[in-house]
């Protein structure tokens, strides 16, 4: 095995030498890698992960005006990501075990106008998925993974960002995976 540098300054090397700094079949074969890792049927590399965040947003159909639920501690990059496409944050209640999104809390909430929920795992730890995608399904509310922080995570073989209508990853430095 090499070491990580030198595999590093290979991987560079060959972007460079390709011109393909944007896309390109190192972006491919980094999307078939990752998803097939999480479990995933396909992946989409984006620029950040909040641009992850706004596009899945946006495709689940939050409009401007509409409502989307998240949690207070760590919601900034959804807030950020809500805002950008009209519609207003509801955050909901946590889990004071885990600090995770409450499903108690979640189901006690009026849903009305709600148009996506971003369920956001912290610190490797993943939330309760199948509680709140349960609430979420009862209202025909599309569930967004925010897997920033779970990277790898998994729970009963499935991984972080599956079990969503979208997982969102960010690979920033300051990340777990960092």
């Given at each position: 095995n090499a070491p990580l540098g030198s595999l590093l300054d290979a991987a560079l090397s060959r972007v460079r030498e390709s011109g393909y700094y944007i896309l390109?079949?190192?972006?491919?074969?980094?999307?078939?890698?990752?998803?097939?890792?999480?479990?995933?049927?396909?992946?989409?590399?984006?620029g950040n992960g909040t641009d992850a965040l706004e596009i899945s947003l946006r495709a689940v159909g939050v409009t401007p005006g509409s409502q989307v639920v998240s949690v207070a501690n760590a919601s900034m990059y959804a807030t950020i990501a809500t805002l950008s496409v009209g519609a207003t944050p509801l955050y909901v209640d946590l889990d004071p075990q885990t600090l995770?999104?409450?499903?108690?809390?979640?189901?006690?909430?009026?849903?009305?106008?709600?148009?996506?929920?971003?369920?956001t795992?912290?610190?490797?730890?993943?939330?309760?998925?199948?509680?709140?995608?349960?609430i979420a399904d009862a209202h025909a509310i599309p569930l967004i993974e925010d897997c920033a922080q779970a990277h790898g995570a998994r729970d009963r073989g499935q991984g972080a960002g599956t079990r969503g209508h979208t997982g969102c990853f960010s690979f920033y430095p300051t990340k777990n995976l960092g």
């Open positions: 390109g079949p190192e972006v491919t074969q980094f999307e078939q890698e990752f998803a097939a890792y999480c479990g995933a049927a396909h992946c989409v590399a984006v995770l999104m409450s499903p108690a809390a979640l189901s006690t909430l009026d849903l009305r106008g709600v148009r996506a929920i971003v369920v795992h912290l610190y490797g730890q993943l939330a309760d998925v199948d509680a709140i995608r349960k």
